[in-house]
Nanobody, 121 residues
Framework: VQLQASGGGLVQAGGSLRLSCAAS????????MGWFRQTPGRDREFVGG???????TYAEFAKGRFTISTNNAKNTMYLQMNSLTREDTAVYYC????????????????WGQGTLVTVSS
């Protein structure tokens, strides 16, 4: 499966942004899908995702602010981010795993190219 993330940009603190992850090659419904983010010098951090079993999970920092959704007809996953803070500034990646569920970056085989989100104060 090939993944392409988009939708990043510059947003003011308190604002919102929606990221998209378009999948091609195979339908993403056969994978565990995740959103990760990374800042310089740090490992990729799990943001949230949904498992092959249909469960949606979020990192603690994302709960109540971020929402993951999908459009199966478009084979696209979304990350709606609200109440953004400067700490949310990062490159955001979408990824796919053959495992039933995972929040570990090393367990994801397929990655999009990343999209930069910059939150200004």
């Amino acid at each position: 499966v090939q993944l392409q993330a988009s939708g990043g940009g510059l947003v003011q603190a308190g604002g919102s942004l929606r990221l998209s992850c378009a999948a091609s090659g195979r339908t993403f419904s056969g994978y565990t899908m995740g959103w990760f983010r990374q800042t310089p010098g740090r490992d990729r951090e799990f943001v949230g995702g949904f498992s092959r079993g249909g469960d949606t999970t979020y990192a603690e920092f994302a709960k109540g602010r971020f929402t993951i959704s999908t459009n199966n007809a478009k084979n696209t996953m979304y990350l709606q981010m609200n109440s953004l803070t400067r700490e949310d500034t990062a490159v955001y990646y979408c990824a796919a795993s053959s495992l039933r569920r995972s929040s570990w970056a090393y367990e994801y085989e397929y990655w999009g190219q990343g999209t930069l989100v910059t939150v200004s104060s």
